[in-house]
């Protein structure tokens, strides 16, 4: 069966960088887009970066000009770069399936990133 992995999370100070990734298994990973999402408590869960099989990108207003999105399809994986973080980018990241909807029905364990001021 299909399972998103997360890892990278952790703190940072405000300012700083990190780099998220998810790895993929139990599908042919190279012909579906992926996405990242995130999630604060009591919020819904939103779309933060998407990347089509063919690395066509797209990025959340508040995200644009500071994370990248990418993919790795011999590794399976897909990152997010994670520039001049904001206190407001902390929160549980998250991967799936798809461009802009998440296809997947179960999600991952997540990564936790906190962003100190």
């Known amino acids: 069966q299909v399972q998103l992995v997360e890892s990278g999370g952790g703190l940072v100070q405000a300012g700083g960088s990190l780099r998220l990734s998810c790895a993929a298994s139990g599908m042919t990973f190279s012909i579906y887009a992926m996405a990242w999402y995130r999630q604060v408590p009591k919020k819904q869960r939103e779309l933060v970066a998407g990347i089509s099989s063919r690395g066509s990108t797209n990025y959340a207003d508040s995200v644009k000009g500071r994370f990248i999105i990418s993919r790795d399809n011999a590794k399976n994986t897909v990152y997010l770069q994670m520039n001049s973080l904001k206190p407001e980018d902390t929160a549980v990241y998250y991967c799936?399936?798809?461009?802009?909807?998440?296809?997947?029905?179960?999600w991952g364990q997540g990564t936790q990133v906190t962003v100190s001021s």
């Open positions: 799936n399936v798809g461009f802009t909807v998440p296809l997947f029905g179960s």
